[in-house]
């Protein structure tokens, strides 16, 4: 599975961007999905993630903030961002694996990061 993930910017505090990561592979509906973040000098964390059969899971720093979606006719999953803070700044990548426990180090395939900085 080679996945791709685009949409980050630049955005001022209270607002919103959607991310997307389009994936290659017919078996990509049977793989969960993660998105994950890396701020400057932090180590990459969990964010969201969704499972082949849709069940959701956040973050807590991003419950009620952040959404997660899959259209597994496109192969990309989404995540719809609102209300965003300074503190979610950093580098997001999106990543596949098999099972739904969504380690960073559990994760089999990874894409390319996308940027979102957030202005105060």
């Known amino acids: 599975v080679q996945l791709q993930a685009s949409g980050g910017g630049l955005v001022q505090a209270g607002g919103s961007l959607r991310l997307s990561c389009a994936a290659s592979g017919r078996t990509f509906s049977r793989y969960a999905v993660g998105w994950f973040r890396q701020a400057p000098g932090k180590e990459r964390e969990f964010v969201a993630g969704?499972?082949?059969?849709?069940?959701?899971t956040y973050a807590d720093s991003v419950k009620g903030r952040f959404t997660i979606s899959r259209d597994n006719a496109k192969n990309t999953v989404y995540l719809q961002m609102n209300n965003l803070k300074p503190e979610d700044t950093a580098v997001y990548y999106c990543a596949a694996d098999e099972s739904a426990y969504y380690s960073v180090s559990g994760m089999d395939y990874w894409g390319k990061g996308t940027l979102v900085t957030v202005s105060s």
């Open positions: 969704i499972s082949w059969s849709g069940r959701k």
